[in-house]
């Protein structure tokens, strides 16, 4: 879809808006140059130009078919207003940290059930550009804290990072989050009232999610309205991620992107790097699965399922989250997941309308991201809600690359959550892979996600997971 006029949020014109249901496919820019000459050369050599220029055009339309838009940067989340707001900040000529921070700010509002503002995150930063000296970097916070008054975890971590890699003004990053969190109706001097576009629509798994926690539930599809929270996203819209980060010193001191910090396997001829408290296992189960090479993709998911049993109670971790993927235009790849112990938070709701969480075990943040150890190959960042969830993804991925739709179809097909004792719980309403495994359970919902971003050369292909109930954003 395209829009050629300015948006109402000052998007530059002539920025083609793309969904991961329209379908993408290369194309090329063509250029010019000058000659300068006189009298019947110039005439018979533009002629020349001309025709060999139109006789190119006629053959590229007719052996690469018509024209459409490559996108120059994509983010991919559980929530279509957060995808959008990552894009946004890429279009306004932000980086892939940028996108990134407003992304996982916008889903702590619009998803409290999966994430919130003192989420714990696992976070893998790469700059692809430079991949023949650099590995890619890893950031993680959260965990359990010292009792007493602290900041937002996710909070902290995010202006801390911004502060290193961001470069759209803070302000700009914390105003989508703003916004959804905030809604009223202001009344003019004269009817009709004038309603203000703001806050977002409850999402079913939300309401439900808020139905079995014993809260408040809002019904799926009404509006959500947190004044509260939106007046302490306001308050700090007022400093730059650099004076929160030096004021929040005392809690981001070993907050930083580490350099070649993240841990990494070779799986067959890929090579695959991993965050979180299971990212051995997450290691270990992917090289199991594409080393040697599976006949099929249910042979791959076969052989992930059985590696990460096998090492299942390893890294014991766990708790809900919500992951993103991001890819700018820039190449450069961010996989961030962030997630609580519990649905909302485990602690106390403060007055400032976030509510705490005090983990009493490693939280299950399984960001990843795999690469074909050829430069320019496929590459895949991955920001999935589960370590089950994205080893079997990713084998899927893997064993169908280079097949038509194999993003759409690696992402979506049946995949099983382990419980922890190694139990095989299947979900309801999707087959099993071919054979079934013995003794399987039902899952019980919501189940977790996987958000992907795919590029091949300088295509991207991207995807979000219809259990998080997302749609990626492109442009």
Known sequence: MADQRDGPDGAPSGVVELREDVPLKPGAGAGGGSCCAGGPRLIIASFTVLSVAITLALLA?????????????????????????????????????DAAAAAALCLAVVAPHRTSLDAGGSMLYWEYRKARWTLPSLAEWGGAEAAGERPPRLLVALATLHAQAGVLPWHDIVQPALQLARYRVKQRFKPPPCVLRKGFMVSASLAAAERAAGLP???????????????????????????????????????????????????????????????????????????????????AVHRAVSALRSSWGAGQAGGVASGLAVVDSFDTYI?????????????????????????????????????????????????????????????????????ARGVQQG??????????????????????????????FNATPPFPSVNVVQQRGDALLSWADSRGGGVSSRF
């Open 411 to 440: 992402v979506e097909r049946a995949r099983l959550a382990l419980a922890a004792d190694g139990a095989l719980l299947l979900e309801p309403g999707h087959p099993p892979p071919a054979p079934p495994p013995a003794l399987l």
């Open 335 to 403: 996989a961030l997941v962030t997630g609580t112990s519990v649905a909302f938070g485990s602690g106390a709701l403060t007055a400032a309308g976030w509510r705490l969480d005090h983990p009493t075990q490693p939280l299950d943040l399984a960001p990843a991201i795999i690469a074909d150890q050829r430069l320019c190959g496929t590459r895949y960042v991955i920001g999935g809600e589960s370590s089950a969830a994205v080893v079997q993804a990713a084998a899927a991925l893997a064993a169908t690359e280079g097949v």
């Open 61 to 97: 339309q007719i052996y690469s078919g018509d024209y459409e838009v490559v996108p120059h940067g994509v983010v991919s989340s559980s929530a279509a207003e957060c995808s959008r707001a990552g894009t946004d900040a890429l279009k306004r000529g932000g980086r892939a940290l």
């Open 217 to 299: 539930d809002a019904a799926a599809g009404g509006r959500y309205n947190a004044p509260a929270l939106a007046d302490y996203l306001q308050s700090i819209q007022n400093f730059t991620s650099k004076e929160l980060s030096e004021s929040w010193h005392t809690w981001n001191a070993n907050m930083s992107l580490k350099a070649g910090g993240a841990r990494w396997a070779a799986a067959g001829r890929r090579r695959v790097w991993a965050g979180g408290a299971r990212a051995a296992v997450v290691l270990g189960a992917l090289a199991a699965a594409l080393q040697p090479p599976p006949a099929a993709v249910d042979d």
